[in-house]
């Protein structure tokens, strides 16, 4: 199950990705904000991490205005790693390399062709594990410290 979840600054391209996880057959909870609903980003952040260390959901994908926001506050919630993501490149590597259970985008900064590629590589992709699991337990063990 992917959860997924914007700000007021990002429910157009949420809707956008939503038609696209439909259509590819990808099962889905939207945790809001809907269309005319102002949404402050640490809020749906902090929703959208919590299904995903809760076990509800095991990807996310969160969007404001920049994407940053969102990526800032989701990787306060301990458990998480939130990628931050522009481009195609990165949305891989963010799986491969890091294990980020989501992915944050900026609907003021990429538009929704972009937008539907990340998505798309990001779900394809799959964790090498490895020296890269070794990394990320190293992440993992900062909050411990
Ligand atoms: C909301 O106006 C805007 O600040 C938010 O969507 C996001 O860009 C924050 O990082």
Redesign the pocket.
């Known amino acids: 199950m992917i959860a997924i979840g914007s700000?007021?600054?990002?429910v157009v391209l949420k809707d956008v990705i939503k038609e696209y996880l439909e259509q590819n057959g990808y099962e889905f909870k939207d945790f809001g904000t809907q269309k005319d609903v102002p949404m402050d980003?640490p809020d749906i952040a902090e929703t959208v991490a919590k299904a995903i260390v809760s076990g509800e959901c095991s990807k996310g994908i969160l969007i404001?205005?920049?994407?940053?926001?969102?990526s800032i506050a989701a990787n306060k919630v301990k458990g998480i790693r939130a990628a931050h993501t522009t481009d195609v490149f990165s949305a891989k590597m963010a799986k491969q390399h890091n294990d980020a259970q989501i992915i944050c985008l900026?609907e003021?900064i990429t538009g929704p062709g972009l937008a539907l590629e990340i998505v798309d590589a990001y779900l394809k992709s799959e964790h090498l594990g490895g020296r890269h699991q070794r990394r990320v337990d190293k992440i993992m063990a900062i909050e411990n410290k």
């Open positions: 700000d007021h600054g990002g980003y404001c205005g920049t994407g940053i926001g969102v900026g003021r």
